[in-house]
């Protein structure tokens, strides 16, 4: 058994290895605001790692800064799979989050305005409904390398050059992939709506000569 410092001073002991998940079930049997993420020891996590050692623990609804920002980092990953559904040979490239609205960048290969959001819209809506699972995937930086490579994702490749670590994470759900730290929610079905909002025209690392993106905006409905 572990134990865990709660936020009331209360300790919580928990079998080793238990999911936060699991962990939430059994110490808010009756919350009605849903848990998103977790605190352990000072670092946001989502619900699907894992306990092996005492600590402090929080669990962090939507409400909470930390939870908005999963929701958002969520909500953005499934906007670009939407919108990759449509066009499937678009390179992925930076989300910008804040609490209240989300963004994806992405090189599509052609121009998309107002118009093309409605598609994208009913698109998003469809990943939402599907309730996919999100699965985290850790692998080395080579083992990330050539998996970018084969998928034709070069904004992401840059970015994994820059990070000073012998492995990554990669985040999946259903045929989407992204190379990223998370955390995120359990499923794509347990975001609220997504509307999306504006699509802006900006550059890869707002670098004037850098590849031309598109921004997609959205908020929750």
């Known amino acids: ?27 808010l049997p009756e919350s009605t605001d849903p848990v998103v993420c977790a605190d352990v020891d000072g670092v946001v996590c989502d619900l699907r790692q894992r306990l092996w050692e005492d600590g402090r623990l929080t669990f962090l609804t939507a409400t909470s800064p930390e939870g ?36 994806i960048d992405l090189e599509v290969g052609t121009s998309l305005g107002q118009k093309d959001l409605a598609d994208i819209q009913a698109q998003v809506d469809e990943v939402i409904a599907e309730d996919l699972p999100i699965e985290r995937y850790s692998l080395s930086k080579g083992e990330a390398r050539s998996w970018l490579i084969r998928r034709g994702e070069v904004l992401k490749l840059e970015i994994l050059e820059r990070i000073d670590a012998a492995t990554v994470t990669i985040y999946a759900h259903g045929e989407f992939f992204d190379l990223c730290n998370g955390p995120h929610l359990m499923s794509t079905g347990q975001l609220p709506p997504i509307r999306l909002t504006s699509v802006e025209a900006v550059t890869w690392r707002d670098d004037p000569s850098a590849e031309r993106l598109h921004r997609l905006c959205g908020t929750f409905a």
């Open 68 to 103: 908005a920002r999963v929701l958002c980092h969520t909500a953005a990953h499934v906007v670009a799979q939407g919108a990759k559904r449509l066009f499937p040979d678009a390179t992925l490239g930076r989300d910008p989050r804040r609490r209240d609205l989300f963004q």
């Open 1 to 27: 058994m572990i134990r865990m410092q709660l936020p009331d001073g209360s300790e919580a002991r928990l079998q080793r290895g238990v999911t936060l998940c699991d962990a939430a079930r059994a110490l």
